[in-house]
DNA sequence: GTCAGTGCAAATAATTTGCAGTCTT
DNA sequence: AAGACTGCAAATTATTTGCACTGAC
Protein backbone atom coordinates (compact mmCIF):
# COMPACT_ATOMS: atom_id res chain seq x y z
CA UNK A 1 0.00 0.00 0.00
CA UNK A 2 1.02 3.59 -1.05
CA UNK A 3 0.27 4.95 2.26
CA UNK A 4 -0.53 8.58 3.53
CA UNK A 5 2.81 9.31 5.42
CA UNK A 6 4.82 8.23 2.13
CA UNK A 7 2.16 9.82 -0.25
CA UNK A 8 2.06 13.45 2.00
CA UNK A 9 4.88 13.95 3.64
CA UNK A 10 4.49 13.21 7.85
CA UNK A 11 1.55 13.46 9.19
CA UNK A 12 1.84 15.02 12.89
CA UNK A 13 0.67 12.47 15.85
CA UNK A 14 -1.99 15.09 17.05
CA UNK A 15 -3.26 12.45 19.75
CA UNK A 16 -5.50 14.78 21.51
CA UNK A 17 -4.79 15.35 25.81
CA UNK A 18 -7.41 13.10 26.98
CA UNK A 19 -6.69 10.41 25.08
CA UNK A 20 -2.88 9.57 26.25
CA UNK A 21 -2.87 7.39 29.10
CA UNK A 22 -0.91 8.23 32.21
CA UNK A 23 2.56 7.96 32.24
CA UNK A 24 2.95 5.67 35.13
CA UNK A 25 0.43 3.04 33.67
CA UNK A 26 2.38 3.19 30.60
CA UNK A 27 5.44 2.41 32.18
CA UNK A 28 3.70 -0.31 34.61
CA UNK A 29 2.15 -2.08 31.24
CA UNK A 30 5.72 -2.23 29.37
CA UNK A 31 7.09 -3.63 31.82
CA UNK A 32 4.64 -6.17 32.43
CA UNK A 33 5.13 -6.36 28.68
CA UNK A 34 8.91 -7.50 28.71
CA UNK A 35 7.53 -9.96 31.40
CA UNK A 36 4.77 -11.62 29.05
CA UNK A 37 7.77 -11.24 25.96
CA UNK A 38 10.18 -13.24 28.32
CA UNK A 39 7.89 -15.62 29.75
CA UNK A 40 6.46 -16.83 26.51
CA UNK A 41 9.81 -17.00 24.59
CA UNK A 42 8.89 -13.99 22.72
CA UNK A 43 11.85 -11.80 21.61
CA UNK A 44 11.72 -8.64 23.53
CA UNK A 45 12.98 -6.31 20.08
CA UNK A 46 13.33 -2.85 19.88
CA UNK A 47 10.37 -2.59 17.28
CA UNK A 48 8.59 -4.92 19.42
CA UNK A 49 8.49 -2.60 22.53
CA UNK A 50 8.34 0.77 20.42
CA UNK A 51 5.05 -0.87 18.92
CA UNK A 52 3.52 -1.83 21.95
CA UNK A 53 4.30 1.25 23.45
CA UNK A 54 3.00 3.08 21.18
CA UNK A 55 -0.25 1.80 21.56
CA UNK A 56 -0.32 1.78 25.43
CA UNK A 57 -0.23 5.83 25.07
CA UNK A 58 -2.30 5.90 22.84
CA UNK A 59 -6.15 5.45 24.31
CA UNK A 60 -7.52 6.67 21.11
CA UNK A 61 -7.63 2.50 19.41
CA UNK A 62 -5.42 3.59 16.56
CA UNK A 63 -4.76 1.95 13.54
CA UNK A 64 -1.86 -0.25 12.22
CA UNK A 65 -1.09 2.70 10.21
CA UNK A 66 -1.53 5.72 12.59
CA UNK A 67 0.80 3.30 14.97
CA UNK A 68 3.56 3.51 11.98
CA UNK A 69 2.82 7.24 11.61
CA UNK A 70 4.32 8.29 15.00
CA UNK A 71 6.85 5.65 15.38
CA UNK A 72 8.51 6.32 11.89
CA UNK A 73 9.56 9.78 13.17
CA UNK A 74 11.75 8.62 15.36
CA UNK A 75 12.44 5.18 14.06
CA UNK A 76 13.51 5.73 10.41
CA UNK A 77 13.76 2.27 9.33
CA UNK A 78 10.96 0.65 11.27
CA UNK A 79 8.59 -0.98 8.07
CA UNK A 80 5.21 -0.65 7.93
CA UNK A 81 4.74 -4.99 7.61
CA UNK A 82 6.64 -5.20 10.67
CA UNK A 83 3.79 -2.96 12.78
CA UNK A 84 1.01 -5.61 10.91
CA UNK A 85 3.30 -8.24 12.05
CA UNK A 86 3.79 -7.16 15.31
CA UNK A 87 0.31 -6.18 16.23
CA UNK A 88 -0.84 -9.35 14.44
CA UNK A 89 1.10 -11.15 17.16
CA UNK A 90 0.82 -9.51 19.75
CA UNK A 91 -3.06 -9.90 19.36
CA UNK A 92 -2.83 -13.47 18.83
CA UNK A 93 -0.69 -13.95 22.32
CA UNK A 94 -3.67 -11.64 24.02
CA UNK A 95 -1.19 -9.19 24.98
CA UNK A 96 -3.28 -6.18 22.83
CA UNK A 97 -7.07 -6.51 21.78
CA UNK A 98 -8.79 -5.74 18.59
CA UNK A 99 -11.33 -3.65 17.85
CA UNK A 100 -13.51 -3.26 15.20
CA UNK A 101 -15.15 -0.40 13.63
CA UNK A 102 -17.93 0.43 11.85
CA UNK A 103 -15.54 0.41 8.50
CA UNK A 104 -13.93 -2.78 8.15
CA UNK A 105 -10.43 -0.64 9.46
CA UNK A 106 -8.80 -2.66 12.55
CA UNK A 107 -8.05 -1.07 15.14
CA UNK A 108 -6.31 -1.65 18.53
CA UNK A 109 -5.77 -1.65 22.20
CA UNK A 110 -3.41 -2.17 24.66
CA UNK A 111 -6.12 -1.81 27.85
CA UNK A 112 -6.94 -5.51 28.44
CA UNK A 113 -9.12 -4.41 31.89
CA UNK A 114 -12.75 -5.08 30.77
CA UNK A 115 -14.25 -2.10 29.42
CA UNK A 116 -16.80 -0.80 26.94
CA UNK A 117 -16.29 1.32 23.97
CA UNK A 118 -18.01 3.98 22.12
CA UNK A 119 -18.19 3.88 18.93
CA UNK A 120 -19.11 7.12 15.97
CA UNK A 121 -21.12 6.01 13.32
CA UNK A 122 -20.01 9.25 11.53
CA UNK A 123 -15.70 9.54 12.22
CA UNK A 124 -15.51 6.15 13.51
CA UNK A 125 -13.77 7.10 16.71
CA UNK A 126 -13.83 4.88 19.49
CA UNK A 127 -13.32 6.22 24.00
CA UNK A 128 -13.40 3.60 26.38
CA UNK A 129 -15.96 3.64 29.03
CA UNK A 130 -15.44 1.68 32.42
CA UNK A 131 -17.65 -1.70 32.78
CA UNK A 132 -20.88 -1.33 32.21
CA UNK A 133 -23.31 -2.94 34.82
CA UNK A 134 -24.29 -4.85 31.19
CA UNK A 135 -21.40 -6.88 31.21
CA UNK A 136 -22.00 -9.33 34.27
CA UNK A 137 -22.62 -12.72 32.32
CA UNK A 138 -20.81 -15.34 33.84
CA UNK A 139 -17.96 -16.50 31.87
CA UNK A 140 -16.89 -18.99 29.95
CA UNK A 141 -20.79 -19.69 29.30
CA UNK A 142 -22.18 -22.15 27.05
CA UNK A 143 -24.18 -21.43 24.46
CA UNK A 144 -26.51 -22.83 22.16
CA UNK A 145 -25.46 -25.38 19.54
CA UNK A 146 -22.41 -25.89 21.44
CA UNK A 147 -20.96 -22.33 21.51
CA UNK A 148 -18.61 -21.63 24.17
CA UNK A 149 -18.77 -17.68 25.34
CA UNK A 150 -15.18 -16.67 26.05
CA UNK A 151 -15.88 -12.57 26.13
CA UNK A 152 -18.89 -10.29 26.09
CA UNK A 153 -17.93 -7.48 23.74
CA UNK A 154 -20.20 -4.25 24.36
CA UNK A 155 -20.23 -1.66 22.08
CA UNK A 156 -21.92 1.75 22.28
CA UNK A 157 -22.79 2.98 19.01
CA UNK A 158 -23.90 6.41 18.38
CA UNK A 159 -22.62 9.90 17.63
CA UNK A 160 -19.63 11.50 19.61
CA UNK A 161 -19.90 14.96 20.89
CA UNK A 162 -17.91 16.74 18.37
CA UNK A 163 -19.67 15.10 15.23
CA UNK A 164 -22.87 16.15 16.75
CA UNK A 165 -21.55 19.72 17.42
CA UNK A 166 -20.13 19.65 13.66
CA UNK A 167 -23.15 18.36 12.62
CA UNK A 168 -25.66 20.58 14.16
CA UNK A 169 -23.40 23.75 12.87
CA UNK A 170 -23.95 22.39 9.17
CA UNK A 171 -26.94 22.12 9.54
CA UNK A 172 -27.36 25.34 10.80
CA UNK A 173 -25.99 26.70 7.48
CA UNK A 174 -28.09 24.34 5.31
CA UNK A 175 -31.25 26.51 6.91
CA UNK A 176 -29.58 30.08 6.42
CA UNK A 177 -28.96 28.85 2.58
CA UNK A 178 -32.24 27.24 2.08
CA UNK A 179 -33.65 30.68 3.57
CA UNK B 1 -10.99 -7.84 -7.14
CA UNK B 2 -10.35 -11.31 -8.60
CA UNK B 3 -12.50 -13.22 -6.80
CA UNK B 4 -12.96 -16.99 -5.84
CA UNK B 5 -15.65 -17.59 -8.35
CA UNK B 6 -14.09 -15.97 -11.67
CA UNK B 7 -11.10 -17.99 -10.44
CA UNK B 8 -12.24 -21.18 -9.28
CA UNK B 9 -15.26 -21.82 -11.17
CA UNK B 10 -18.94 -21.15 -9.15
CA UNK B 11 -18.56 -22.63 -5.73
CA UNK B 12 -22.39 -24.30 -4.55
CA UNK B 13 -24.19 -21.96 -2.41
CA UNK B 14 -24.45 -24.43 0.56
CA UNK B 15 -26.37 -22.69 3.27
CA UNK B 16 -26.65 -25.01 6.32
CA UNK B 17 -30.61 -25.16 6.78
CA UNK B 18 -31.14 -23.78 10.17
CA UNK B 19 -29.23 -20.86 8.44
CA UNK B 20 -31.98 -20.59 6.17
CA UNK B 21 -34.94 -17.87 6.92
CA UNK B 22 -38.65 -19.03 6.75
CA UNK B 23 -40.11 -19.02 3.47
CA UNK B 24 -42.88 -16.45 4.94
CA UNK B 25 -40.48 -14.55 6.90
CA UNK B 26 -38.58 -13.76 4.05
CA UNK B 27 -41.48 -12.97 1.92
CA UNK B 28 -43.12 -10.31 4.41
CA UNK B 29 -39.57 -8.90 4.84
CA UNK B 30 -39.15 -8.55 0.97
CA UNK B 31 -42.70 -6.83 1.00
CA UNK B 32 -41.83 -4.40 3.46
CA UNK B 33 -38.66 -4.03 1.26
CA UNK B 34 -40.67 -3.26 -2.04
CA UNK B 35 -42.52 -0.88 0.49
CA UNK B 36 -39.73 0.65 1.80
CA UNK B 37 -38.02 1.53 -1.43
CA UNK B 38 -41.21 2.88 -2.58
CA UNK B 39 -41.81 5.07 0.38
CA UNK B 40 -38.24 6.05 0.18
CA UNK B 41 -38.12 6.73 -3.76
CA UNK B 42 -35.40 4.64 -3.95
CA UNK B 43 -35.78 2.68 -7.04
CA UNK B 44 -36.89 -0.64 -6.84
CA UNK B 45 -34.44 -2.66 -9.25
CA UNK B 46 -34.51 -6.44 -9.73
CA UNK B 47 -30.79 -6.63 -8.83
CA UNK B 48 -31.92 -4.37 -5.12
CA UNK B 49 -34.46 -7.29 -4.84
CA UNK B 50 -32.43 -9.70 -5.33
CA UNK B 51 -29.41 -8.94 -3.29
CA UNK B 52 -31.87 -7.64 -0.72
CA UNK B 53 -33.74 -11.25 -0.85
CA UNK B 54 -30.58 -13.50 -0.53
CA UNK B 55 -29.70 -11.26 2.46
CA UNK B 56 -33.00 -12.07 3.79
CA UNK B 57 -32.96 -16.10 3.28
CA UNK B 58 -29.39 -16.32 4.50
CA UNK B 59 -29.51 -16.36 8.37
CA UNK B 60 -25.21 -16.71 8.09
CA UNK B 61 -24.65 -12.98 7.84
CA UNK B 62 -22.93 -13.42 4.28
CA UNK B 63 -20.54 -11.38 2.65
CA UNK B 64 -21.07 -9.05 -0.08
CA UNK B 65 -18.67 -11.68 -1.78
CA UNK B 66 -21.20 -14.92 -0.87
CA UNK B 67 -24.07 -12.43 -1.67
CA UNK B 68 -22.24 -12.15 -5.22
CA UNK B 69 -21.56 -16.07 -5.18
CA UNK B 70 -25.33 -16.64 -4.65
CA UNK B 71 -26.75 -14.73 -6.82
CA UNK B 72 -24.63 -14.74 -9.77
CA UNK B 73 -25.79 -18.38 -10.68
CA UNK B 74 -28.74 -17.33 -11.54
CA UNK B 75 -27.99 -13.40 -12.94
CA UNK B 76 -25.08 -13.97 -14.84
CA UNK B 77 -24.87 -10.55 -15.59
CA UNK B 78 -24.60 -9.15 -12.30
CA UNK B 79 -21.25 -7.38 -11.59
CA UNK B 80 -19.76 -7.31 -8.10
CA UNK B 81 -19.58 -3.59 -7.81
CA UNK B 82 -23.18 -3.59 -7.49
CA UNK B 83 -23.77 -5.35 -4.84
CA UNK B 84 -21.15 -3.60 -3.23
CA UNK B 85 -23.69 -0.77 -3.72
CA UNK B 86 -26.71 -1.79 -3.09
CA UNK B 87 -25.55 -3.53 0.52
CA UNK B 88 -23.54 0.05 1.12
CA UNK B 89 -27.08 1.59 0.23
CA UNK B 90 -29.40 -0.75 2.06
CA UNK B 91 -27.12 0.21 5.15
CA UNK B 92 -26.97 4.08 4.89
CA UNK B 93 -30.86 3.41 4.42
CA UNK B 94 -30.87 1.70 7.63
CA UNK B 95 -32.67 -1.24 5.61
CA UNK B 96 -29.79 -4.04 6.53
CA UNK B 97 -27.39 -3.76 9.42
CA UNK B 98 -23.51 -4.43 9.21
CA UNK B 99 -21.91 -6.65 11.76
CA UNK B 100 -18.20 -6.86 11.94
CA UNK B 101 -16.25 -10.19 12.47
CA UNK B 102 -12.80 -10.05 14.11
CA UNK B 103 -11.20 -9.94 10.63
CA UNK B 104 -12.28 -6.62 8.67
CA UNK B 105 -14.59 -8.31 6.86
CA UNK B 106 -18.05 -7.19 6.20
CA UNK B 107 -20.81 -9.14 6.57
CA UNK B 108 -24.90 -8.06 6.20
CA UNK B 109 -27.94 -8.68 8.39
CA UNK B 110 -31.28 -8.16 7.43
CA UNK B 111 -32.40 -8.97 10.55
CA UNK B 112 -33.28 -5.80 12.20
CA UNK B 113 -35.28 -7.00 15.80
CA UNK B 114 -32.90 -6.23 18.27
CA UNK B 115 -30.81 -9.46 18.71
CA UNK B 116 -27.42 -10.63 19.49
CA UNK B 117 -24.75 -12.32 17.77
CA UNK B 118 -22.58 -15.34 18.41
CA UNK B 119 -18.97 -14.59 16.85
CA UNK B 120 -16.84 -17.63 16.12
CA UNK B 121 -13.16 -16.27 16.65
CA UNK B 122 -12.40 -19.25 14.72
CA UNK B 123 -13.81 -19.31 12.24
CA UNK B 124 -15.38 -15.75 12.08
CA UNK B 125 -18.63 -17.52 12.27
CA UNK B 126 -21.94 -15.76 12.99
CA UNK B 127 -25.19 -16.81 14.66
CA UNK B 128 -28.17 -14.83 16.08
CA UNK B 129 -29.71 -15.53 19.36
CA UNK B 130 -32.42 -13.79 20.47
CA UNK B 131 -32.16 -10.35 22.84
CA UNK B 132 -30.49 -10.88 26.02
CA UNK B 133 -31.81 -8.94 29.25
CA UNK B 134 -28.21 -7.58 29.05
CA UNK B 135 -29.15 -4.74 26.32
CA UNK B 136 -31.48 -2.21 28.54
CA UNK B 137 -30.09 0.83 28.22
CA UNK B 138 -32.81 3.61 27.64
CA UNK B 139 -31.94 4.81 24.22
CA UNK B 140 -30.93 7.10 22.74
CA UNK B 141 -28.50 8.25 26.04
CA UNK B 142 -26.37 10.80 26.97
CA UNK B 143 -22.52 9.33 27.13
CA UNK B 144 -19.82 11.45 28.59
CA UNK B 145 -18.35 14.29 26.34
CA UNK B 146 -21.39 14.51 24.55
CA UNK B 147 -21.44 10.95 22.87
CA UNK B 148 -25.75 10.41 22.08
CA UNK B 149 -25.37 6.65 22.33
CA UNK B 150 -27.90 5.13 19.93
CA UNK B 151 -27.50 1.55 20.13
CA UNK B 152 -25.98 -0.87 22.23
CA UNK B 153 -24.27 -3.89 20.11
CA UNK B 154 -22.93 -6.81 22.09
CA UNK B 155 -21.06 -9.65 20.73
CA UNK B 156 -20.31 -12.79 22.34
CA UNK B 157 -17.06 -13.96 21.18
CA UNK B 158 -16.01 -17.45 21.63
CA UNK B 159 -15.85 -21.09 20.15
CA UNK B 160 -18.43 -22.46 17.89
CA UNK B 161 -19.34 -25.66 18.45
CA UNK B 162 -18.25 -27.28 14.92
CA UNK B 163 -14.73 -25.42 15.40
CA UNK B 164 -14.59 -26.49 19.50
CA UNK B 165 -15.14 -30.43 17.92
CA UNK B 166 -12.96 -30.13 15.08
CA UNK B 167 -10.03 -29.01 17.80
CA UNK B 168 -11.19 -31.47 20.13
CA UNK B 169 -10.23 -34.11 17.08
CA UNK B 170 -6.93 -32.24 16.43
CA UNK B 171 -5.59 -32.27 20.20
CA UNK B 172 -6.44 -36.30 20.06
CA UNK B 173 -4.36 -36.52 16.84
CA UNK B 174 -1.74 -34.80 18.27
CA UNK B 175 -1.83 -36.47 21.86
CA UNK B 176 -2.02 -39.82 19.59
CA UNK B 177 1.41 -38.48 17.56
CA UNK B 178 3.17 -37.67 20.60
CA UNK B 179 2.78 -40.62 22.79
C1' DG C 1 -37.82 11.34 -21.39
C1' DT C 2 -35.13 11.61 -17.17
C1' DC C 3 -31.86 10.28 -14.17
C1' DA C 4 -30.97 6.76 -10.55
C1' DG C 5 -29.01 2.50 -11.06
C1' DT C 6 -26.10 -0.97 -13.39
C1' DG C 7 -22.03 -3.38 -15.65
C1' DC C 8 -17.47 -3.33 -16.71
C1' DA C 9 -12.79 -2.37 -15.94
C1' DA C 10 -9.54 0.01 -13.71
C1' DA C 11 -8.15 2.46 -9.32
C1' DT C 12 -7.52 2.68 -4.52
C1' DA C 13 -7.15 0.91 0.15
C1' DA C 14 -5.86 -2.48 3.52
C1' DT C 15 -3.26 -6.33 4.64
C1' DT C 16 -0.07 -10.17 3.82
C1' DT C 17 3.95 -12.61 2.07
C1' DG C 18 8.74 -13.99 0.10
C1' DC C 19 13.19 -13.40 0.77
C1' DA C 20 17.63 -11.66 2.11
C1' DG C 21 19.72 -9.98 5.84
C1' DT C 22 20.05 -8.70 11.17
C1' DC C 23 19.79 -8.93 16.03
C1' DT C 24 18.04 -11.31 20.46
C1' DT C 25 18.87 -15.13 23.10
C1' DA D 1 25.62 -20.01 16.31
C1' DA D 2 20.54 -20.62 15.56
C1' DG D 3 16.59 -18.98 14.06
C1' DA D 4 13.07 -15.46 15.35
C1' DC D 5 12.42 -11.08 13.65
C1' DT D 6 12.86 -7.11 10.45
C1' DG D 7 12.94 -4.31 6.10
C1' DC D 8 11.86 -3.97 1.56
C1' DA D 9 9.13 -4.74 -2.36
C1' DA D 10 5.82 -7.15 -4.54
C1' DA D 11 1.45 -9.88 -4.14
C1' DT D 12 -3.15 -10.48 -2.45
C1' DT D 13 -7.52 -9.28 -0.81
C1' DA D 14 -11.27 -6.05 -0.19
C1' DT D 15 -13.68 -2.18 -1.60
C1' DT D 16 -14.60 1.91 -4.44
C1' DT D 17 -14.91 4.73 -8.57
C1' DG D 18 -15.38 6.56 -13.58
C1' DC D 19 -17.93 6.21 -17.34
C1' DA D 20 -21.08 4.66 -20.86
C1' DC D 21 -25.41 2.48 -21.07
C1' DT D 22 -30.13 0.91 -19.50
C1' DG D 23 -34.49 0.45 -17.22
C1' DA D 24 -37.83 2.19 -13.44
C1' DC D 25 -40.67 5.83 -12.84
Redesign the pocket.
Same mark, same amino acid.
Given at each position: ????ID?HGIRPPQAKRHLQRNRQEVARWCARFEEQ??TR &?? *??????LA?YRALAQDASHP???SVYARLKLQ?T?????????????LEDEGLIRRVSTA? &?? *?RFDANLEPHQHFVCRLCNGITDHAELPHAQLPLPWRGPRGFTAEELEIRIVGICGSCRRARAKRGLARSRAAS
Amino acid at each position: MVNAIDKHGIRPPQAKRHLQRNRQEVARWCARFEEQCRTR &GL *RFTTQRLAVYRALAQDASHPTAESVYARLKLQMTSLSFATVYRILERLEDEGLIRRVSTAK &GV *RRFDANLEPHQHFVCRLCNGITDHAELPHAQLPLPWRGPRGFTAEELEIRIVGICGSCRRARAKRGLARSRAAS
